[in-house]
């Protein structure tokens, strides 16, 4: 039905909520007494990865799972992650990675910041606290360099791989939490709309997909900045660009 089939593949960490994670983590360290939860949405065996964010640090975790959420686009993915935040509550700061390395649209995390109405910063490199308590000052990048925001909490961010390194995870917090419960939270758990979610709930509909032909073998050269322009140069006259 032209979905992934995601029960014939491997579970991993999405590598940028690795970084979203560790960003957690740090304003959890700097700010005793907060608190870090991991929520994703998937098949039941998702929450092994769910594990593995409690073992670097993580307090808690939610698993999002039922057969009606399968097959979601991202509109009905932010819609049922969305109905699960409301569901945990008491929450300041949502923090994902900035895309999944299936879908690279980037858009699950915005979505879930307009359903839950809250202020949104994407593209984010650094991310501090301040003394007020209920500000973050931002550092997003941009195709020009960056900005510095402020954002009220609660809000939502996502994270950039270059924000930060994501820790291991540690045989210490392994030893503490190899046995902490996960909680799941089914369809009946969650207050949704089943029109809104799975197949359903997605307008969006993939007519084809196809493996990407090859390109061509380049060129290797190994020159100094001079040079490597004029070879640019050549190269774009060549082929009448200029």
């Given amino acids: 039905e032209g979905t992934v089939n995601r029960g014939a593949l491997p579970a991993i960490f999405n590598p940028e909520d690795l970084n979203a994670l560790e960003q957690a983590l740090r304003l959890k360290e700097q700010h005793p007494g907060s608190t870090v939860g991991v929520l994703t949405m998937g098949p039941p065996r998702a929450g092994e990865i769910i594990r593995q964010g409690l073992y670097r640090g993580a307090d808690t975790g939610w698993l999002l799972t039922d057969k009606l959420f399968a097959g979601a686009d991202t509109l009905a993915t932010s819609y049922a992650l969305a109905t699960a935040i409301k569901k945990i509550g008491d929450v300041d700061i949502v923090i994902g990675g900035r895309q999944a390395i299936d879908g690279d649209t ?7 910041a307009e359903q839950l109405d809250l202020p949104q910063v994407s593209y984010v490199e650094s991310v501090a606290l301040q ?4 500000t973050l000052h931002v550092r997003k990048a941009t195709e020009e360099g960056y900005q510095r925001l402020e954002a009220p909490l609660p809000c939502l961010l996502t994270v950039l791989a270059s924000a930060n390194k994501p820790r291991y995870m540690s045989v210490r917090g392994i030893m503490e939490t190899f046995d902490r419960e996960i909680e799941c939270l089914g369809l009946a ?11 359903k709930g997605s307008p969006t509909r993939v007519m084809k997909s196809f493996t990407k032909g090859a390109k061509a073998k380049g ?3 190994e020159v100094d900045a001079e040079e490597a322009a004029d070879i640019i140069v050549q190269k774009l006259k060549e082929k009448f660009i200029i």
């Fill in 131 to 134: 003394s007020d308590g209920r």
């Fill in 189 to 199: 758990d969650v207050d949704v709309d089943e029109t809104k979610i799975g197949l």
């Fill in 106 to 112: 980037a858009q699950v995390g915005p979505q879930i």
């Fill in 219 to 221: 060129q290797l050269y």
